[in-house]
C-alpha cells in the first residue's frame, strides 16, 4: 500500500491556507489592537483568545454538520469566500478607527475560518488509508508551516514602516494572504474528485477487514462506542490536552521569559522557537514514515519522552542564555513532529466512515481548550511564584500525558510488512 503523495499535497492545500491565514492573524491584528485602538494588554489579550473560544464550539459543530452532508469541499469553498472577503476589510476596518466596526468585521472573519477548519483537515483522513494516515499527516502538517512561512515572507516585504512613525499599510499583507487562501482552495477544488475518492477509500478503509472493525466502531443501541474504545479515545484527547498546554506555556512565554531571566532582547528567544520550528519541518517526513514502521502510538512516547526531558533540562540550563539553548529548541522540534504528526490520526482511527468530521472537531476542542487554559494558569505561576516555574510547569504537562497515552489501547495503525527497505520510502504519484 503506498501513500498518493501528489494527492496529498493538494488535499493539503486547504491546511496550508488557514495556516497563512492564522500567521497573518497572530502577527498583524494584536498591533492593529495596540497601534490604532490602543487597547491594554488584558482587552487585546481577550480579543486575541476570542479565536479559540469560538472553535470550542465551531470546530465539532461544523465538523459533524460536514459528516452529515457527506462532503467537505462546500464547507471549505464557501467558509473560505467568506473568510477572504473578511479578510479584505479588515484593514479599511482598522483605517476606520470604528472599534464596534472592527469587531464587527473580525468576529465575522473569525465565524467564517471555524466553519470550515474541521472539513478542510477531516478531508485528509476520508481519503486516505488507515495505515497511511500517518505519512499523510505529516505532508499536511509541512504544508501548514510553508503557509505560515508565506505569510512571514509577505509581512518582510510588504510591511513598510512610515518615516514618521505611524503604523504600517497592512492592507498589502492581507491582499497576498487573501490571494493565496483563494488560489489554494480553487486548485482544491479543481484537482480532487471527493465524491469519487471518499468511495474508494469507503472499500479499502471499512470493507478489507469487517471483523476488526466492529470491534472498534460498532455501537451499542443508544449509539456509544464500547466501553473500553471510549475510554481509549478520552485518554488519547486527555494526552492532547496535556502536551499542549505545556508545550504552549513555553511558546507563548518564552519572549518574556527572555526578557524577565536574561535581560536579553527579544531576538535570542525568537531564535529559539524559529530553530523548532525548523526542526520540527525538518522531521514531519521522517516521522512519517517512523510511524508507519513502529505505530503511532510508540512514536508518540518516543516525543513525549524526549519533549519532557527537554522541558525538564530547560529548567537546569535556561537560566542564562547558552548556545546548547539551540540544541534543545532543536530537539524540541523533533519531538513536538513525532507527537503531532500521530496525535490526529489516533484520533479519527477510532471514528467510523460518516463522522470522522465530529472526531476531528474533538480533537481540535481538547487542543484549543489546553491553549485557552494554559497561558492563565502557566501566567499565574509566573506572575506570582516566578519565571523559574516555566519549563518544570511545562515537563509537568508533558509527563502527564505520557502516562493518559500509556493507558491508551486503540487509535494505533498496524504497520504493513515491507518487502524491502526502500519500500518505506516509496511513494505513488
Same mark, same amino acid.
Given at each position: 500500500?503506498?501513500?498518493?503523495?501528489?494527492?496529498?499535497?493538494?488535499?493539503?492545500?486547504?491546511?496550508?491556507?488557514?495556516?497563512?491565514?492564522?500567521?497573518?492573524?497572530?502577527?498583524?491584528?494584536?498591533?492593529?489592537?495596540?497601534?490604532?485602538?490602543?487597547?491594554?494588554?488584558?482587552?487585546?489579550?481577550?480579543?486575541?483568545?476570542?479565536?479559540?473560544?469560538?472553535?470550542?464550539?465551531?470546530?465539532?459543530?461544523?465538523?459533524?454538520?460536514?459528516?452529515?452532508?457527506?462532503?467537505?469541499?462546500?464547507?471549505?469553498?464557501?467558509?473560505?469566500?467568506?473568510?477572504?472577503?473578511?479578510?479584505?476589510?479588515?484593514?479599511?476596518?482598522?483605517?476606520?478607527?470604528?472599534?464596534?466596526?472592527?469587531?464587527?468585521?473580525?468576529?465575522?472573519?473569525?465565524?467564517?475560518?471555524?466553519?470550515?477548519?474541521?472539513?478542510?483537515?477531516?478531508?485528509?483522513?476520508?481519503?486516505?488509508?488507515?495505515?497511511?494516515?500517518?505519512?499523510?499527516?505529516? =505532508?499536511?502538517? &509541512?504544508?501548514?508551516?510553508? %503557509?505560515?512561512?508565506? $505569510?512571514? /515572507?509577505?509581512?518582510?516585504? @510588504? !510591511?513598510?514602516?512610515?518615516?514618521?512613525?505611524?503604523?504600517?499599510?497592512?492592507?498589502?499583507?492581507?491582499?497576498?494572504?487573501?490571494?493565496?487562501?483563494?488560489?489554494?482552495?480553487?486548485?482544491?477544488?479543481?484537482?480532487?474528485?471527493?465524491?469519487?475518492?471518499?468511495?474508494?477509500?469507503?472499500?479499502?478503509?471499512?470493507?478489507?477487514?469487517?471483523?476488526?472493525?466492529?470491534?472498534?466502531?460498532?455501537?451499542?443501541?443508544?449509539?456509544?462506542?464500547?466501553?473500553?474504545?471510549?475510554?481509549?479515545?478520552?485518554?488519547?484527547?486527555?494526552?492532547?490536552?496535556?502536551?499542549?498546554?505545556?508545550?504552549?506555556?513555553?511558546?507563548?512565554?518564552?519572549?518574556?521569559?527572555?526578557?524577565?531571566?536574561?535581560?536579553?532582547?527579544?531576538?535570542?528567544?525568537?531564535?529559539?522557537?524559529?530553530?523548532?520550528?525548523?526542526?520540527?519541518?525538518?522531521?514531519?517526513?521522517? =516521522?512519517?514514515? &517512523?510511524?508507519?514502521?513502529? %505505530?503511532?502510538?510508540? $512514536?508518540? /512516547?518516543?516525543?513525549?519522552? @524526549? !519533549?519532557?526531558?527537554?522541558?525538564?533540562?530547560?529548567?537546569?540550563?535556561?537560566?542564562?542564555?547558552?548556545?546548547?539553548?539551540?540544541?534543545?529548541?532543536?530537539?524540541?522540534?523533533?519531538?513536538?513532529?513525532?507527537?503531532?504528526?500521530?496525535?490526529?490520526?489516533?484520533?479519527?482511527?477510532?471514528?467510523?466512515?460518516?463522522?470522522?468530521?465530529?472526531?476531528?472537531?474533538?480533537?481540535?476542542?481538547?487542543?484549543?481548550?489546553?491553549?485557552?487554559?494554559?497561558?492563565?494558569?502557566?501566567?499565574?505561576?509566573?506572575?506570582?511564584?516566578?519565571?523559574?516555574?516555566?519549563?518544570?510547569?511545562?515537563?509537568?504537562?508533558?509527563?502527564?500525558?505520557?502516562?493518559?497515552?500509556?493507558?491508551?489501547?486503540?487509535?494505533?495503525?498496524?504497520?504493513?510488512?515491507?518487502?524491502?527497505?526502500?519500500?518505506?520510502?516509496?511513494?505513488?504519484?
Amino acid at each position: 500500500m503506498k501513500l498518493n503523495t501528489k494527492r496529498t499535497v493538494l488535499v493539503g492545500l486547504g491546511f496550508f491556507s488557514i495556516s497563512a491565514f492564522w500567521q497573518a492573524y497572530d502577527n498583524i491584528i494584536p498591533l492593529i489592537l495596540r497601534d490604532t485602538f490602543s487597547l491594554g494588554d488584558t482587552l487585546a489579550g481577550f480579543i486575541m483568545s476570542l479565536d479559540n473560544i469560538l472553535a470550542l464550539f465551531m470546530l465539532p459543530l461544523f465538523g459533524a454538520l460536514s459528516d452529515k452532508a457527506n462532503r467537505r469541499i462546500p464547507f471549505i469553498i464557501f467558509g473560505t469566500i467568506a473568510a477572504v472577503g473578511c479578510t479584505v476589510l479588515i484593514p479599511f476596518a482598522a483605517r476606520s478607527r470604528s472599534l464596534t466596526l472592527f469587531f464587527i468585521v473580525l468576529g465575522a472573519l473569525l465565524v467564517a475560518m471555524g466553519t470550515y477548519r474541521s472539513p478542510a483537515v477531516a478531508l485528509m483522513p476520508d481519503i486516505t488509508p488507515k495505515p497511511l494516515r500517518s505519512k499523510a499527516n505529516a =505532508i499536511i502538517n &509541512l504544508m501548514g508551516a510553508l %503557509g505560515g512561512a508565506y $505569510t512571514l /515572507l509577505a509581512n518582510t516585504m @510588504l !510591511l513598510k514602516q512610515s518615516s514618521d512613525g505611524a503604523a504600517p499599510d497592512y492592507l498589502p499583507v492581507f491582499l497576498a494572504v487573501a490571494a493565496l487562501m483563494a488560489a489554494a482552495v480553487l486548485v482544491l477544488t479543481l484537482t480532487i474528485n471527493e465524491k469519487k475518492l471518499v468511495k474508494e477509500m469507503q472499500e479499502i478503509n471499512y470493507s478489507v477487514d469487517p471483523t476488526e472493525e466492529i470491534k472498534l466502531t460498532e455501537k451499542d443501541e443508544k449509539g456509544n462506542l464500547p466501553p473500553d474504545v471510549r475510554r481509549s479515545l478520552f485518554l488519547i484527547l486527555a494526552s492532547v490536552s496535556f502536551w499542549f498546554m505545556g508545550y504552549n506555556a513555553v511558546t507563548t512565554a518564552f519572549t518574556k521569559y527572555a526578557a524577565t531571566v536574561w535581560g536579553q532582547h527579544v531576538g535570542q528567544a525568537s531564535t529559539c522557537l524559529l530553530v523548532a520550528t525548523v526542526g520540527a519541518m525538518a522531521a514531519f517526513i521522517p =516521522i512519517g514514515i &517512523l510511524s508507519s514502521r513502529i %505505530g503511532r502510538k510508540k $512514536t508518540v /512516547l518516543v516525543g513525549v519522552t @524526549l !519533549l519532557c526531558a527537554c522541558f525538564a533540562s530547560g529548567a537546569l540550563v535556561a537560566e542564562r542564555f547558552t548556545p546548547a539553548l539551540y540544541i534543545m529548541f532543536a530537539l524540541v522540534g523533533f519531538a513536538w513532529a513525532a507527537i503531532n504528526v500521530n496525535s490526529y490520526p489516533m484520533v479519527v482511527e477510532i471514528s467510523k466512515f460518516g463522522n470522522i468530521g465530529r472526531y476531528t472537531g474533538y480533537y481540535y476542542t481538547f487542543s484549543m481548550a489546553a491553549q485557552i487554559v494554559t497561558p492563565i494558569l502557566s501566567g499565574a505561576l509566573l506572575e506570582h511564584v516566578g519565571y523559574h516555574t516555566l519549563f518544570p510547569y511545562a515537563s509537568i504537562m508533558v509527563a502527564l500525558s505520557f502516562f493518559t497515552m500509556c493507558l491508551t489501547r486503540h487509535g494505533d495503525n498496524r504497520p504493513a510488512q515491507l518487502q524491502t527497505k526502500l519500500e518505506a520510502f516509496d511513494v505513488q504519484d
